[in-house]
């Protein structure tokens, strides 16, 4: 986790750095069908987070020794761009995003009916316009948007959400200043209805009961976000009915 | 990860296996909880500042510590600079191939780095020669020699026991040579998800047989430094819970049977 500084992340009032509560979400908007060529595709804002997603397939794996002939294969690139961060970032993978990409594949192909596509695979493509911790489980909740746009059948929808200990204090949704100079941090991602658990990473210092008081904020606020995430799509369906009843 | 040498588990083993965790015992006669036999050698690379040899049942690992000045990041000024790789070398397993890291070697090293790094294992910040312009850089390496499953755990053994044995190089910056500082310990326990089963330390069929992956690291005060879920399948709730208490319970025993 970050490094250890005199700023006081929660004050006398018990409220964040932000003004939030310990349970309260940053921000959030989702919207749907942004990118003309994509075949499903979403943008987040999730406090200073920007985040476009797109999807494209079910289509042929290509190489073709990548191909698994009993379901599709779910590929996932996130990437930053090189002025999403304060210091340039240098453009193209490097092993952060390469972890971040693995995990948030394995995350989304819970839920996507890979059965249903031998052969085939499904690109995400995550690209953070602007970072502001929490760009994993943000780009996580978006994707997972983009698919379900793309009418790619799903069992259940991804959410992504985290928790994390600053001051001492377990909170939700690490801000930037929480995220470098806390003492642990807690991304998961949840299949909305299930409450299985499809993604999770941890690191810092978090006794046993911490992670206890963690994984009830983020399982509540997964609730939140869902609905967030029904409304981006129902919009984008709603908008389409009066397209056709218009005709 | 790959599949055996035919390219698939035969469905004799598969089911073999199956049976057997319904019955609680693996196939290899270890109950879901327990670990293969750990073996430890350290200082097996004496030419470097700290090494060890570690046998997990039959995965073989060397990790070996290389220790060299130079500038620190420039948002940690006042500390020294840890670096983890893991390389799966192609004598260790018939699909490894050489070149560049993959993403299940990357990932590899990520997690055992976060458990080393979360645990504050290193002293980083003695490790400053002169503040914002010469520190100490600890080069982790490890060299995966044989593949039998469970490397996460193998490779946090293998760098926290060579870490323990390492020396920094002072006497090439003008001062003595002194062991480097090293204060918690970190332990990994890595287990996955078969059929309903929970078992740890898999052996290679046991990954193959799996639908998920977690690695829980915990110090000896038992808090949670890092964690990781892998693969395609997924936990509930109630079984990450139950893979953190088996982590904990398992990293005690492996403290008190071979790091006293």
Redesign the interface.
């Known amino acids: 986790m970050g490094t250890a500084s005199d700023i006081k992340l929660i004050d006398e009032n018990g409220l964040r750095i932000d003004g939030r509560s310990p349970t309260e979400l940053r921000p959030l908007k989702i919207e749907t069908d942004v990118l003309e060529r994509a075949d499903g595709s979403a943008f987040i804002e999730w406090g200073g987070n920007k985040i476009l997603v797109a999807v494209y397939g079910p289509r042929e794996a290509y190489p073709k020794h990548t191909q698994d002939i009993e379901k599709a294969v779910v590929k996932a690139r996130y990437n930053m761009s090189a002025f999403s961060v304060d210091e340039r970032k240098r453009p193209g993978p490097d092993r952060r995003s390469v972890e971040i990409s693995k995990v948030i594949s394995e995350a989304l192909s819970a839920a996507v009916m890979v059965e249903q596509f031998p052969r085939a695979q499904i690109d995400v493509f995550i690209e953070v316009l602007q970072a502001d911790a929490g760009t994993r489980i943000a780009g996580l909740t978006a994707s997972s948007v983009a698919l379900a746009a793309a009418g790619i059948p799903m069992r259940d929808m991804v959410v992504g959400c985290a928790a994390g200990k600053v001051d001492g204090k377990i909170v939700l949704d690490l801000g930037k200043e929480e995220d470098n100079f806390g003492q642990a941090d807690l991304p998961m991602g949840i299949l909305a209805k299930s409450g299985k658990i499809v993604l999770m990473q941890m690191d810092g210092d978090m006794s046993q009961e911490e992670f206890e008081q963690a994984t009830a904020l983020i399982m509540d606020a997964t609730k939140r976000i869902y609905e967030i995430q029904r409304e981006a799509l129902a919009g984008k369906y709603r908008a389409l009915a009066l397209e056709r009843s218009g005709e | 990860m790959p599949k055996d040498e035919a390219g698939v588990l035969s469905e004799i083993k598969r089911n073999y296996i199956l049976k057997k965790l319904k019955e609680g015992r693996r196939g290899d006669g270890r109950s879901p909880d327990s670990f293969r036999e750990i073996s430890i050698t350290t200082n097996y690379v004496p030419r470097s500042a700290g090494s060890a040899y570690v046998k997990l049942g039959r995965t073989k690992v060397v990790a070996g510590i290389k220790i060299e000045s130079g500038e620190p990041f420039p ?2 000024p006042n ?1 020294g600079v840890l670096t983890t790789n893991v390389e799966l070398l192609p004598m260790a397993f018939p699909t490894f191939e050489a070149g560049p890291p993959n ?1 299940g070697s ?2 590899i ?2 997690v055992v780095d ?1 458990g080393i ?2 645990s504050k294992m290193i002293d980083l910040e003695a490790l400053v020669i002169e503040p914002a312009k010469k520190v100490w850089i600890v080069f982790a390496d490890i060299d995966v020699i044989d593949f039998d499953g469970n490397l996460i755990d193998a490779c946090t053994l293998a760098v926290a026991s060579a870490l323990r044995t390492a020396v920094v190089p002072g006497s090439t910056e003008g001062g003595k040579d002194f062991a480097l500082p090293v204060r918690n310990l970190p332990v990994s326990v890595t287990m996955v998800k078969i059929g309903d089963e929970i078992v740890a330390d898999p052996d290679l069929e046991e990954e193959q047989l799996s639908t998920a992956r ?1 690695t829980v690291t915990t110090t000896a005060d ?16 109630d079984e ?2 139950k893979a ?2 088996l982590s ?1 319970d398992i990293g005690r025993q492996i403290r008190e049977k071979y790091f006293k």
């Open positions: 948002d940690t500390q993403e990357i990932e090293a990520r976060r790094r979360e977690i038992e808090h949670i430094r890092a964690m990781q879920k892998g693969d395609t399948g997924y936990f509930t709730l990450i819970r953190i208490k904990s």
